[in-house]
């Protein structure tokens, strides 16, 4: 291209006039003159106003918290779980290496099943409690501990003053997930778990020593493995009843639940459900649940037992994609050598050519293309141990995400992610503005957050857009008029 | 890029101005309309710029050339206002003066019209295409330069002078557009 004369049609195109003139000069002098006298007003209106402002929200504030709220219920419900267990019955965590997703916070209750969600974003599993439902059952279980607690005022020899109510050991019973499939049942259990310290009243029972229980804990710890058989899990961790019953997505199972000690030995709880007093009193030191696969090995497992503080229970989830939660913050990697959940790394397997346990930190950089899939129900979110694993797969071009999650800010680490593909999955838009590598996006996927895709004008790079125009009504136009090519289909 | 050794540090707040002003106040005007193509707006960008080069005096380091370096605070400044909701407002009023525009220029005696319609398809490309092809055949800056300017790898500007080209055939009706 002839640049002088091209620049000479700019020019033209621009003005022939010089557009800058001595009027510029003069505006930026005059400016800079008033800036000068008026810098004392400029800076004080604004900071009066703010400093009047952070004033009145205080003295508002101090006026609510002196005053009574209007909005405070005047029949205040009587017994209010303690902070540290409404953080547990949110089933939230905080762990500065996995960055929390909003489709998935693992909760630190038993484990029978995959981290799950259903299209909603939403877990379909029953036996994993998601928040959202939490909520919901934390309401309507609050319904049934206030009538429980009711009942306890009318019947004051049940309880004690020195104890919690049971109502909110039910909530935060990791065991009562599979208990509370049955609704309705938790007064009955609360009933139950009075009895329980009544007769601890009466009986006084010896309380297990907690190094004693912490000892247990360990040695489970140690010697639970993935694919165990039932002769090696009974040789493990006891004995006692291994029963079939059905587990929600994987049909009927072998179980091998609800074993405590409150002395040396093992037994199986015949009641079925535990409450925190039943820790507290010594009545349990530890209870585990193991659920096997089709071939009837050990697929995922959990126990439980009173922390050192005596308070709160510990609750270590053994999921079945092989991460080890302890209090539903992920803590490490057990069944593969690389810190991804189970199907991240059958992936890498795949692009690897190996098997998914030989898949090591080394092969991270040699994944050129990668198709995570998930075949359970709902959104898998991929967890990792440590955010570097993304930063490590160099060669990582192209990604596929089919009804799995990764988090935009793990994507982004990736350094030369320019693919990407997301099926039946959630793709938050929004997120997105990070991932500058990218040129081709493919978001043919019902999920799409927001609508509106002019978050993606942000992404530099981004040459092709591939997305379902009657879903998405929200302005694709514009990266159209962005220079974004926004196809229906891959192109071939 | 080419031009005297400029006295960078040595210059005080108004000296700097004052010479940025002569000499590349121009350029960073027109530059500035290829971004906004409003003479009102060009205007107060260019105010602002003025103003933000100013201020930011104390943070020119000298380790890259005045120019750049004060074009850079003009682009930034104009991709800011593109993408600021102010800029989306004028854009549906400007619509309507332009046609305006459009026919007064129709009855204009166009010279060569040919680099016209090239020079009018490139400021019809998106900011990020249009900025390349400016800085490179309007400003006449190398792609490390455009690199440095704008702020994105020296192999990202590759890719968008190459899409440019692209676009721009495809703005020309598939007419080839030849590139020394």
């Known amino acids: 291209m002839n640049n002088t004369k091209l620049k000479k049609a700019i020019d033209k195109e621009i003005g ?19 800036a000068g006298r008026s810098s004392w007003t400029h800076y004080f209106w604004p900071k009066l106003v703010t400093a009047l402002l952070f004033l009145g929200v205080m003295s508002g504030g101090f006026y609510f918290v002196a005053e009574e709220s209007p909005f405070e219920s005047v029949t205040k419900p009587i ?37 799950q969600e259903d ?6 599993d029953e036996q994993e409690q998601p928040n959202r439902d939490d909520n919901q059952q934390n309401e309507s279980e609050r319904e049934t501990d206030n009538e429980s607690d009711a009942e306890s005022e009318s019947e004051p020899e049940l309880g004690s003053d020195s104890e919690q109510p049971d109502g909110n050991d039910s909530t935060n019973d990791p065991s009562s997930n599979d208990n509370n499939q049955n609704e309705g049942t938790s007064q009955d259990n609360n009933s139950n778990n009075n009895d329980n ?16 229980v912490q000892a247990k804990a360990d040695d489970i710890q140690s010697q639970f493995q993935y694919g165990m058989t039932i002769s090696q899990a009974k040789q493990a961790f006891g004995s006692g009843n291994y029963s079939r019953r059905n587990v929600v997505d994987l049909g009927e199972r072998m179980v091998g639940e609800y074993y405590h000690f409150a002395t040396d030995d093992l037994s199986f709880n015949e009641e079925g459900d535990i409450s925190l007093d039943q820790f507290k009193q010594g009545h349990i030191g530890l209870s585990f649940t193991l659920t096997f696969d089709s071939n009837d090995r050990v697929r995922s497992g959990s126990y439980t037992y009173l922390a050192e503080d005596g308070e709160t229970r510990r609750a270590v989830n053994f999921k079945s994609d092989g991460f080890v939660y302890v209090d539903g913050q992920a803590q490490s990697q057990k069944k593969y050598q690389i810190g991804f959940s189970g199907a991240m790394v059958e992936a890498i397997a795949q692009s690897a050519g190996k098997e998914p346990q030989n898949v090591t930190r080394q ?22 141990t440590k955010a570097d694993y993304y930063n490590e797969m ?4 192209a990604i596929t995400l089919e009804r799995t999650v990764i988090p935009a800010e793990h994507l982004a680490r990736i350094p030369n992610l320019e693919r990407l593909t997301i099926r039946d999955a959630r793709a938050d838009l929004n997120s997105f503005s990070n991932l500058d590598t990218l040129r081709y996006l493919d978001i043919r996927t019902p999920y799409v957050q927001p609508e509106n895709v002019s978050a993606l004008l942000e992404l530099d790079n981004l040459e092709t857009v591939v997305l379902d125009k009657q879903e998405l009504s929200g302005e694709w136009q514009q990266l159209e008029e962005n220079g974004i090519d926004v196809l229906e289909s891959p192109p071939e | 890029m080419t031009g005297n050794p400029e006295p960078h540090k040595e210059l005080t707040r108004d000296q700097a101005i004052e010479y940025i002003m002569n000499h590349y106040g121009e350029a960073i005007k027109r530059t500035i309309y290829t971004y906004v193509k409003n003479f009102h707006t060009t205007d107060d960008i260019f105010q602002e710029v003025l103003i933000q080069i100013y201020r930011k005096w104390d943070q020119f380091q000298g380790d890259s050339q005045l120019k750049t370096w004060a074009m850079r605070i003009a682009i930034n400044r104009c991709k800011d206002y593109l993408r600021s909701p102010l800029h989306r407002i004028k854009l549906v009023k400007d619509q309507w003066v332009d046609k305006g525009d459009e026919q007064s220029a129709e009855k204009a005696v166009i010279e060569d019209e040919h680099w016209g319609e090239i ?32 702020g994105v790898p020296v192999s990202t500007v590759k890719t968008r002078m190459q899409r440019a080209r692209d676009l721009l055939k495809e703005k020309m009706d598939g007419r080839e557009i030849s590139y020394e």
Not at chain 1, 16 to 34: G, S
Not at chain 1, 197 to 212: A, K
Not at chain 1, 394 to 397: A, D, F, R
């Open chain 2, 119 to 150: 020079a009018q398809a490139i400021l019809n490309l998106p900011v990020k295409y249009r900025e390349v092809m400016i800085l490179t055949y309007h400003q006449n800056y190398t792609q490390h330069e455009i690199a440095e300017t704008t």
């Open chain 1, 16 to 34: 022939e006039k010089p557009l800058f003139t001595d009027k510029d000069k003069e505006r930026f002098y005059n400016q800079k003159k008033m």
């Open chain 1, 197 to 212: 310290g009544q007769d601890s009243e009466s009986e006084e029972p010896e309380r297990v020593p907690f190094e004693q």
């Open chain 1, 394 to 397: 160099t060669g990582l071009s």
């Open chain 1, 119 to 124: 299209e909603n974003g939403q877990e379909s």
């Open chain 1, 79 to 115: 017994t209010d779980a303690p902070e540290s267990e409404s953080k547990e019955d949110l089933g939230s965590y905080e762990d500065p290496d996995l960055e929390k997703t909003p489709e998935e916070e693992p909760d630190s209750t038993p484990d029978t099943a995959d981290e």
């Open chain 1, 363 to 384: 092969d991270l950089n040699q994944v050129g293309q990668l198709a995570v899939s998930h075949s359970g129900s709902g959104m898998l979110s991929v967890k990792a």
